[in-house]
């Protein structure tokens, strides 16, 4: 069947204004709006331009507004959305360099102004690194959900602070503070409160929930803010939680017995002869 | 440490107008009799309770809306110098309507 | 046409080359609650009945404010202003007051399901995200849709309490 794409097109040096291009193309059972866009390349229109890489969900960089949502163009199948007209547009909140790619650096320069490193007071250690610290499964769970992000802007998009100001750190590098707060690896709260506790940062979020609907990952940023308010709340009026930062595992720790529950299942092939 | 304090205080007050509010709410529409007539509105201006009771709602309301006026703004206006501006407006506007609130609610009181 | 396009020079078409068409959509952007979750509209109410409350707010300090003087300047200003005093009835205006005890009560509740959410309670606790993604949105509808059915009741009680049709 024939499916109609309305795609943004931009081209700074030739244009004022942006304007929508119409193509229309065969989609087949299992087509995704990459391939689709990369049939409109090929057999259509070649000045088209977007970012794509892994073309599978990992990368994050072919993220762009499809019918209004902003999702991985990769992940998203034409015929679910089950309408004859598709409208691409490039992320929004983010300016536009050519058609539907658009320039992130803001996502990376509020990434990095978060600090998203392991802060530890002991400064020897962290240079030349000796050890391992330890940390086990269920300090891991706290944290790992946020760790799965791929950066592909699609929260920053939908976030209605994000496209009113563009200081605004965003649900992306909020959710990557907490993850590092949460982390019992970390001892460097008290450095990012500075950025987190300031006019742009956490508390200008009101919970609209944008980012966790269209995160293409399921890696939940509303949450995240929700919960990096409430450590920031209860530092600020004094309940400190005594919070257990992981320790050094000292060599004579790898030569003891694993416990229990930590132990591997028995093999089920036989090792060879 | 001053935004997480301000939104600590924020969502307080928010707590505290939603029962002060709500009583406002019963008292003018649910209570009988016409709560705006000239004598009821004068019982109220001799009574302690009301003085009382209006100079903490007034100055909670107050907080609580120009904080939210404020982060309404300051999406709009994002350099460090405006929102200095900004936080210098409303912290005066505040200010001066609670004043003007105070004096309408305690003279007649003290006058009566 | 364009700025750079008149002239050949390198530094115009650098200039051009790093042109970029700002999107950032500002107060538009508050409305596309519709095509995207339904948190996103509560949003959008939250924001803008704290907007006519805050105005209406500094309005009635002032107007109230006129009981300190006299009992005839109070009972002129109520004629002028009010929808239901003493026998002067505005339809207007009463109506715009029934509106804005809705914005009221909406506010409330919508602060009431906040204050919960924002302090982190109701919307789950971190876990690994296994396909299909069960994020906060799925964790805190089911208080914030009670919330919303105890507004609308209160909302269907005001109607009655100010237009009482039954005619009791």
């Known amino acids: 069947m024939k499916v109609k794409f309305k795609v943004f097109r931009f081209n700074p040096s030739k244009d004022d204004k942006p304007y929508y291009s119409e193509y229309e193309i065969e989609v087949y059972k299992g087509m995704t709006v990459l391939s689709a866009l990369n049939e409109i390349k090929e057999k259509i229109d070649s000045t088209l331009s977007w970012r794509q890489s892994c073309r599978m969900g990992v990368c994050g960089s072919c993220a762009m507004v499809i019918n209004g949502k902003p999702s991985l163009a990769c992940q998203t199948q034409v015929l679910e959305l089950k309408t004859d007209e598709i409208t691409i547009e490039p992320l929004k909140s983010f300016p536009v360099i050519k058609d539907l790619a658009c320039d992130l650096n803001n996502l990376f320069k509020h990434h990095t102004s978060i600090k998203p490193y392991i802060i530890r007071k002991d400064i020897e250690e962290t240079v030349n690194p000796k050890e391992e610290y330890i940390q086990t499964p269920e300090e891991l769970e706290n944290y790992l959900q946020f760790a799965y992000c791929i950066k592909c802007g699609a929260c920053i998009s939908a976030c209605p602070v994000s496209q009113s100001n563009e200081d605004f750190l965003g649900p992306q590098a909020l959710m990557s503070a907490l993850r590092y707060i949460y982390d019992s690896r970390d001892n460097g709260f008290e450095e990012r409160l500075a950025i987190l506790d300031s006019p742009n940062g956490c508390f200008r979020c009101h919970f609209a929930q944008s980012c966790s609907y269209v995160c293409p990952k399921g890696v939940d940023p509303a949450k995240a803010i929700q919960f990096l308010k409430r450590e920031i709340v209860l530092y600020s009026i004094g309940i400190k939680k005594k919070k257990k930062i992981s320790q050094l595992q000292e060599l004579g720790e790898k030569l003891k017995e694993t416990p229990e529950k930590y132990k591997y299942p028995e093999f089920t092939i036989a090792k060879p002869q | ?112 | 046409m364009p700025l750079g396009a008149q002239h050949n020079s390198l530094s115009f078409k650098i200039l051009n080359i790093m042109k970029r068409y700002q999107n950032y959509p500002g107060i538009v952007g508050w409305f596309y609650g519709g095509k995207l979750n339904f948190e996103r509209i509560l949003f959008l109410l939250h924001r803008l009945t704290g907007i006519i409350l805050i105005f209406y707010l500094l309005v009635h300090i002032i107007v109230v404010g006129f009981r300190a003087y006299s009992p005839e300047l109070w009972d002129k200003i109520m004629k002028l202003i009010s929808g239901h005093y003493n026998g002067y009835y505005n339809p207007i205006i009463y109506f715009l007051e029934w509106l804005l005890l809705v914005a009221v009560i909406f506010h409330m509740m919508n602060g009431l399901r906040l204050i919960f959410l924002e302090l982190g309670f109701f919307i789950g606790k971190p876990e690994r995200p296994i396909y299909p993604y069960k994020s906060s949105i799925d964790y805190q509808r089911a208080f914030s849709w009670i919330i919303m059915i105890i507004a609308g009741i209160f909302i269907i009680w005001s109607l009655f309490v100010f237009y009482n049709p039954l005619g009791r």
């Open chain 2, 1 to 112: 440490m001053k935004e997480g304090k301000l939104w600590f205080f924020h969502i307080i007050s928010g707590a505290f107008l939603i029962i002060l509010l709500g009583g406002h709410m019963y008292y003018m529409h649910l209570s009988g009799g016409d709560p705006l007539s000239v004598e009821n509105t004068f019982k109220r201006a001799k009574d302690l309770f009301f003085p009382l009771s209006y100079t903490i709602f007034v100055g909670l309301a107050l907080f609580h809306g120009l904080y939210g006026l404020r982060g309404i703004l300051f999406e709009r206006f994002n350099t460090t110098f405006s929102q200095k501006v900004i936080n210098v407006i409303l912290i005066l506007i505040g200010i001066l309507f609670f004043i003007y609130a105070l004096l309408t609610t305690w003279i007649p009181y003290l006058r009566r």
